[in-house]
Nanobody
């Protein structure tokens, strides 16, 4: 069982920055691929990006590439999502998720690729 708790969401003006954190329970967190997803009202949940278990390789959706950065600190069992140059269309609930099954260092963009999810944190970007 893995428990994930996101934090760091809030209200920010367009062009601003936020850093989200995803704190995980469990001693084996460093073995898991971890991802960020988001869901805006009325939309399906969409992939933002994922990071391999070592923190060496990251993959991003085209909509956030160049603006968002995923990193991890396995000593703290935490994954981060640094969001820069935020746009109103980035407004959504942001979720982190982990894949506990075997995973190569590649993009895992589907909901079904992941086994545990956090409760989400709201990010609102005003224009």
């Amino acid at each position: 069982q893995v428990q994930l708790v996101e934090s760091g969401g809030g209200l920010v003006q367009a062009g601003g920055s936020l850093r989200l954190s995803c704190a995980a329970s469990g001693r084996t967190f460093s073995t898991y691929v971890t991802a960020w997803f988001r869901q805006a009202p009325g939309n399906e949940r969409e992939f933002v990006g994922n990071i391999d278990r070592f923190g060496r390789t990251t993959y991003y959706a085209d909509s956030v590439k160049g603006r968002f950065t995923i990193s991890r600190d396995n000593t703290k069992n935490t994954v981060y999502l640094q969001m820069n140059s935020l746009k109103p269309e980035d407004t959504a609930v942001y979720y982190c998720a982990v894949r506990t099954r075997f995973a190569t260092a590649t993009m895992w963009p589907r909901d079904s690729d992941y086994d545990y999810w956090g409760q989400g944190t709201q990010v609102t970007v005003s224009s």
